[in-house]
């Protein structure tokens, strides 16, 4: 994400905007896009009759809303250092966010987060799933100062990328510590033998230990402060897990990777993310794509 240059926001002219806005412009003020791209889909809604005689739905012009969302977005970026596009498409159109995305090479997308879930559901999925860019999602309540960020790993390349934007976050921060989270299970031999179940756990957590001391040796940390976390998988999904690890941590942000060493989770391109979207409602949400090899994925997808 350190060198991402176009970056994509979806408004949808609710109250959590202000919020989307903010936090895309102080990301930018440290990160250095050269573009951001605001987007709004127009929905097509009928008009009740009682609102016909006041206003007519062919005054709604996709114009009209550009000039809104200009007039929205604009006094977040006073000094200008970076290009902003809004851009209004017509819901009639079949317009996908994530294809546009895609076409437009868009490394980072962000979309707002909501406490009640009024349609984002769809766009999360679709987003986690389908698109080829790195996904931040941010809901209305938050700190623009980051003390801790969270980053779930499973010691992979994807989960090294992780870390590595983690640190670059956090060298903007003042004392921002790193806290990285690996959830182990048991292996299913322990549920044939009588052996004792705690000396299983330990086993298991010291091999993930130095699993990840190899893993965190071969990542530059530039002097940021990280600190290990291992819990045992005890939930049905690991998402329950950082979704509890986050707030027992106080965490302003939380970074993790689609995709890892699972075939599975790379299939679907990360369901303990998209699981983890769904769940986690009041924390920043940086869900990092590969997208070289998100790309051929994408190929296939609209090939099928």
Known sequence: ?????????????SEADQSLIAYTAHLAGYL?????RFVHVKPNFEMPDEMKKY?????ITLESIQSKMEELVSPFFPEKKVEIICEVYDDRSGFELWQEAH??????FFVGSKSK????????QKLVRKSTCSVCFVPSDYKLEISKILIP??????????????????????DCQLVCLNVFELPHAYYYNEFPRQQYITLMEDKSRREYEQFISNIDTQNVSVNSVFRLLE????????????????????????????????LFLG???????????????????????????WETITRE
Request: aromatic share 6%; net charge negative; no cysteine.
């Open 235 to 266: 939930f049905s999904y690991v998402a329950e897990h950082i979704q509890q690890e986050a707030e027992n941590q106080q965490a302003d942000l939380i970074i993790m990777s689609a995709g890892g060493q699972s075939v599975l989770s790379r």
């Open 1 to 13: 994400m350190k060198n991402s240059k176009n970056w994509m926001v979806g408004l949808d002219f």
């Open 103 to 108: 076409q437009r090479s868009v490394d980072l």
């Open 55 to 59: 206003l007519s739905e062919a005054e």
């Open 153 to 174: 790993t499973d010691f992979s390349e994807r989960s090294a990328l992780a870390v590595e934007t983690a640190v670059h976050v956090a060298r903007y921060q003042a």
């Open 271 to 297: 369901s303990e993310a998209e699981r983890i979207v769904q769940m986690e409602k009041n924390i920043p949400l940086l869900i990092l794509k590969d997208q070289e090899k998100d790309a051929n994925l």
């Open 117 to 124: 879930d009024y349609g984002q559901g769809r766009l999360a």
């Open 32 to 36: 250095h896009p050269q573009e951001i």
